[in-house]
Each structure stands twice: as C-alpha cells, then as structure tokens.
C-alpha cells in the first residue's frame, strides 16, 4: 500500500465500494481516520504531529474517543476489527498516553504527563528535555483542549498550546496527535518545519464526510436507538429520506443533526417531515424551533438556559438554576422553570458523579470542604448543558455577558447562609469568582479572608491570575503569593486558613490574620509576628535573664548592652503586625526572664552581633553574627547574644509540645498523646527551626522569619508532603500548579 493511499483524504467512496462497515461509534469519517492510523503505525510519510479541529459540533471529541478505541488493546477486542476499512485500523501496539486538560491547568496538565512517564523532572522545562533524551518515542494523544482550566474565562486553551504542546511537538521522540480550537490550530501546526505536523479540519471539504453524518442521523432515528414508533422512525425509506434532509440542513454539523433529532423525538407534534423550514441549520435554530413547536416563546427558553450556559466548573446545582434564570433575566422564572422542562430536556443533562462524590471541580486535588461544612450539598444534582457548542450559542445570544454575570455574582452572594461560607454550596464557594471575573467585578471580592480560606484554591488561584496585577489588592496578593502552597500541600479549609493567616501577617495585613481567627476555625496556631530577614541560617529560642547570669549561646556570663526593651538604631526595622486586637502575652519583667530568639546572620547584618567561637571551633564562612528578637512581640533587642540562655534538655523534655523536623515539613506534637497538632509546609526550604517550652515555633526560610504560638490541643490534619521541587516554580504564582498532580 503506497503512501498517498493512506493519506488520501477521498477514500469515503473507496470504503463504501470495498463494502467495508463503518466504525460502530463514529459511523463514518474514514479520510480522517485513515489518516490517524497511518500516523499511528508512524508510515512513512506521515506527519509526526497530527491538529485535529474544526466548528464546535463538528464531532472532534468523538472522532478522537473512536479512534482510542481501536488503539486500546482490551477495547479493540470489542470492535468488529475485520469487517472495518483495513487501513483506518492502527497497529495493535500498547495504547498511547491520553492526558486530559479538561478542567486542568497547563501545569497541572504537564505533571500529568511527567507521572506518566515516570520522569524525574523537577522544573518543566525538565519534562522536555528528559522526554528529548529518550530512545523509544512516546505517543501522546491530547483531546478537550478547548476545556482546559478551571476557570472558563482565564483563557487556559491558548496556555496549553504555548506552554505544553507547542514543546511537545518540537521535541522529536514525540509523536502527538491534539484536539484543538481553530484559532489555536495554526499557532500550533506553524511552529514545526514543513511535513512534521498536519492540520486536519473537519469543516473543510477535504475531510468532510456528509454521508457518515446521513448515516449518523439515520441510526438515531431508529427504534433500535430508543426513538419511538413513528412514521419516520419505522420506515426505512421514510427514515433515511428524513435522515438526507437533516444532514443536508444542518451543513456537516453533527450537533445541529443530533439536537433536531433529540427535539422531534421528544416531541414530535407539530413536526411534519416534509416541512424544510422545521429543520435546522444552525444549533441556534435548533433551539429556536424546539420552542416555537412546543407553543414556548424562543427567547424564555435561552433565558433558561442561560445560567448553565454560564456555570462553571461540572455542572450547576438543581437547586440554584431557578434563582440563577431569575437574576439573569430581571424577572421572577420560577413557573417558567416549572412549566419548561419539557422545553429545556433536550439541551441538559445530569453530571455523573465524581469519584468524591460532590462533581466538584476536575482541576481540585482536595476538594474544597470545610471541617464544618464538608457534606454541604454532596447529595445534590447537578445539570449541565448536552454539549459546549450549546452553551456557546447561549451565550452568543445574551445581549451583555458582563451584565448577566453580575446578575448571577450577586445573586450566588445572597445564596450565601449569613454570610458563613462554611455553609455556602460549594459551587458558590468555588465558582463565585470565576463568574465575578466575567462581569469584571473579582477585585471587589478579594477582600474576604473567609471566602479565600473555603474556596477550592485551584479555580480561586486561576481567576485571580487572569486578573491584571496593577488591579489587585494587597489581600489577593498575599492570596497568590501563598496559593502554591495551598494547592501543592492540599489542604482542606482549616488548614489553608492557617497558613493564610501566617502570610498575611507576613504582609502586614494582621486584621486579615484576626479576621481569620473569629470564622469558626481551629487554628493550630496564631501568628506572633514575621520579619522580613535574608540570610537566617539558624535560629534558637531561649530567655535573657532579668539580672547577671550565665549560660549563654557562648557558654560565658555577659551584661546587657541596653534595656529589654530598647531598639538600637542600627537594628532593622520588623514589619509590624502589633496592631494585632489579641495581646501577646507578657515578654518578662525586670524580675522575670525575657522569652527571645536568636537569629544566626551573615556578620554585617544591621543590629547583629559578632559571636567569637570557643576554642577549637572551625571558622565560619561569612562569620558568626547573631541578632536577638523578643520571642512574642514583634521587636528586637539591643542584647548581647552571650546573655541568651538556652532551654535545657530537661525543660524541653517537660514541654508539653515537641518538634519533628523533614526536609520540607515540620510537625508539632503533643507529648502526652504522640499526636499531630500543627503541621507546617513551606514554598520555600527552611533554613532553621526551633520551639519554646511555651509552645512557640520559630520558623527560619529564605523569605525571613516567622513566629507562631502554637493553639491547637487535638490533632491536626497533616498535609500532604510531595517532593520539593527544585528551582522557584512554587513561589511564583505565575509558574502553575507544579506540585499538585490532580
């Protein structure tokens, strides 16, 4: 068999000669799927890169899903492999890899694809580079680009193109074959010499098949396929008459034919088939004519529509379609949702249900339940629209998207339980601001701690971004400074909260931190106070003593250099977060000791001392300089280091909390019982660690220094822990969701 006999985009005629029975889930499409085998059985002259695209409609999903079925070894035993086209059948090799983008980010998506192939990236130019490197090809099959991310609006498509396809394709051991919208097909295909990629459009004359689209109709309509006993549907010629005028109409688009096809089935009153003018062209006259047979004003139905053609994630809960049509079109829906569901049923569908059982968003790792909130609507419904193009039709049609979406926002914001997000459904929690991105609103909504604790990380991290920065507070910069951490550790609520309210101390936003503290939570901690110091290379708890005494970090007896309170000029200024409205406790008197810390810093460092070493120490690097810090307020101290006593191993013994230290995690324990009851990660690797007898934990990183009296007396959820990435991938927020392989 010659090369441009595979590859020839006129051999629907040919099959059909040869008698050969076409592929029982597609029902057609030959040119293309000759193409697709010979690509797969990497013939010669056949493209290493494959584009599929074409109108939403136009039967890309399904094309691709019929295809995978031939290349999968358990479902090809199921297909009647003999009897189809020989040359539209790939070779029986083991199945390629299928990532799905789907709800996913581009980064979520490329670590998909790194555990697949089980590489040992840790940035992701790495994954590139490692699959460049290897001896065998890899064969990739990337299909649903068009609903890529988490959120709809934040234009995730065109980031998959450019930041994994694009260098999947140029890498050489790649054979890939993507399922694309046109506006990103050529960006795609343009980026490789010539003969290395092929775009095949299923809207262009090339590849269209109007006689598998006939045959597509005509199946649907038999009784066979569940239609009822109708003229049309009983007699063949009757049937197929019906079946060449639909596929004639509706232009090549497979959409179109099965809307037509579910309206005059489930209602097929008032559908007379030799009328023209009652079959569509367009999915908008498919909708248009379903009401007007039906008696229904076309614009009542798209209204009704109109939420679930705007919702985000899985599906909207039944329970808010009513309220959601009301906000949208201006006006009470209720009996109109009632009386149209006959109307509504062939443009819906139920959400089958995710494996956690609440259909929550695909690109969440944890799920975003509360402690208090977790089984809020996880006996819900969900619907959604039957198919993307609908909902984009919907949409097309409203005359302000904008409008409509901040109908919806303030409607979800009065969904809201007293304002307890804890309470909220969680596609309110998760979605809100996604739609308050649309209607252009999402600033004004980052100012909730609560909502930022509760909300699934994932969606909140991804609309947040797709904001302007320039238009971002200080509160939403904090949030994604710190949204790596959230979605990498998974974190459920109680536990994002926690960390929120560290870095909002870090950021000197102390009344988002106490904010935090009056919602409800357990937090294993409150923050004391964060200083902003580079180059901390250990530090220590400990106390000065309110006269003389000895024991100090050098083993030697020395005076203060000032009063316990006092601030040299030289002392670098902390960030301050003593507008705190909870008081630390006291920091000792002139008869108590002083609970401080100890910093290790560069020699030179502003406020710091020289600290001589003993006999016999080796010399450090940069010198031995300490600064001291008082341990519960934000402030330093003009004190000599030597005066610094340490805990004894007896005392620490005595404490009722211990520590545990990993490579990139740290754990509290309480004594008494073994258990967890506060666990720390970090985006960036810690430098030092120590914690008091009274339970405070300080906390050395690149970024500074960190102190947290530790609260919680029962266990504690422990994150999890996945390797440390190398580089900065998980402290830019830019970079994606480099831990998180949902």
């Known amino acids: 068999m010659g090369d441009e006999e ?20 597609i029902g057609g499409r030959t040119a293309v799927l000759r193409a697709l085998a010979a690509w ?95 001896e065998e090809p890899v064969t990739l099959v990337v299909p649903d680009v068009d609903r890529a991310g988490p959120v709809r609006t934040a234009d995730e498509p065109a980031r998959v193109v450019r930041n994994v396809l694009k260098p999947l394709a140029a890498t050489e051991t790649v054979q890939l074959l993507a399922e694309v919208p046109r506006e990103l097909a050529a960006e795609l295909a343009g980026a490789l010499p010539s003969g290395q990629a092929q775009i095949i459009d299923l809207d262009a004359a090339e590849w269209a098949d109007p006689k598998g689209l006939v045959l597509h109709a005509e199946t649907a309509l038999t009784p066979e396929a569940g239609a009822p006993d109708l003229p049309f549907t009983t007699d063949p010629s009757a049937r197929r008459a019906l079946a060449e005028a639909l596929a004639a109409r509706a232009d090549g688009n497979r959409l179109t034919v099965q809307l037509a096809v579910q309206s005059l089935l489930l209602q097929p009153e008032g559908f007379d088939p030799a009328d023209a003018s009652l079959l569509p062209g367009t999915v908008g006259e498919a909708l248009d004519l379903h009401a007007r047979r039906l008696g229904a004003d076309p614009q009542t139905l798209r209204l009704l529509l109109a939420p679930l053609a705007l919702a985000e994630g899985e599906g909207l809960p039944v ?49 975003s339940g509360s402690a208090s909130g977790s089984g809020v609507g996880s006996d819900r419904t969900l619907l959604r629209l039957t198919h993307p193009g609908v909902a984009e039709e919907i949409r097309s049609g409203l005359p302000d998207v904008r409008d409509a979406q901040t109908r919806i926002a303030m409607a979800l914001l009065e969904a809201v339980p007293q304002q307890d997000w804890s309470r909220a459904d969680p596609y309110v929690r998760d979605h809100l601001a996604a739609h308050t991105l649309d209607a252009g609103l999402l600033p004004q909504l980052l100012t909730d701690p609560g909502l930022f604790a509760h909300a699934d990380p994932v969606t909140m991290r991804a609309a947040i971004e797709a904001v302007p920065p320039e238009q971002l507070g200080a509160p939403a910069r904090t949030y994604l400074r710190t949204a790596p951490l959230l979605t990498r550790s998974e974190a459920p609520a109680e536990l994002r909260a926690a960390f929120l309210e560290s870095a909002f101390v870090e950021d000197g936003l102390v009344a988002y931190a106490e904010a935090l503290h009056t919602l409800g939570f357990r937090l294993p901690w409150r923050t004391l106070w964060s200083v902003p110091l580079v180059g901390v290379r250990a530090v220590t708890t400990g106390t000065l003593p309110p006269a003389d005494g000895g024991g100090g970090l050098d083993g030697t007896s020395a005076e203060a250099g000032g009063g316990p309170g006092a601030t040299p000029a030289t002392a670098p200024t902390p960030s301050d977060p003593s507008g705190s409205s909870a008081p630390a406790p006291a920091s000792g008197t002139a008869a108590t000791p002083r609970p401080v810390a100890a910093f290790l810093v560069p020699e030179g460092t502003p406020g710091s001392r020289t600290v001589p070493g003993q006999d016999g120490d080796a010399p450090e690097a940069g010198g031995r300089a300490l600064l001291v810090h008082d341990l519960l307020r934000p402030e330093y101290l003009d004190a ?56 405070v934990l300080v906390v050395a990183t690149a970024r500074g220094v960190t102190a947290r009296q530790i609260l919680a007396a029962a266990p504690a959820p422990v994150p999890t822990v996945p390797a440390q990435r190398t580089g900065t991938a998980d402290s830019a927020p830019s970079d994606g969701l480099e831990g998180d392989h949902s």
């Open 6 to 25: 595979v590859m020839s985009a006129s051999g629907e005629g040919n099959a059909v000669a040869a008698g050969y029975a076409p592929h029982p889930y």
């Open 40 to 134: 797969r059985m990497r013939w010669p002259g056949a493209p290493r890169v494959i584009v599929l695209t074409g109108n939403p409609g136009s039967g890309r999903s399904r094309l691709v899903t019929g295809f995978l079925m031939m290349c999968d070894p358990g479902y090809r035993k199921q297909l009647p492999l003999d009897d189809l086209d020989p040359a539209t059948v790939p070779p029986d090799l083991p199945a390629p890899a299928v990532p799905s983008p789907a709800g996913r980010t581009a980064a979520q998506l490329l670590w998909m694809i790194s555990d697949h192939f089980g590489l040992d990236a840790g940035r992701g130019e790495d994954i590139f580079t490692e699959l460049a490197a290897r």
């Open 319 to 367: 329970q808010l379609w009513g309220t959601l049509a009301s906000a949208v079109a201006g006006r009470d829906m209720s009996q109109d949702l009632a009386d149209g569901m006959l109307l509504a049923a062939p443009f819906i569908q139920p959400v089958e249900r995710s494996r956690d059982g609440d259909g929550g968003n695909a690109g969440s790792g944890s799920g």
């Open 640 to 695: 000599d280091p030597a005066q610094v006593q340490l805990t004894s191993a007896q005392a620490q013994e005595a404490a009722p909390f211990g520590l545990s230290r990993g490579a990139d995690y740290l754990r509290v324990w309480a004594r008494a019982s073994e258990e967890v009851v506060a666990a720390l990660v970090s985006d960036t690797p810690f430098t030092g660690a120590d914690l008091s007898p009274d339970g």
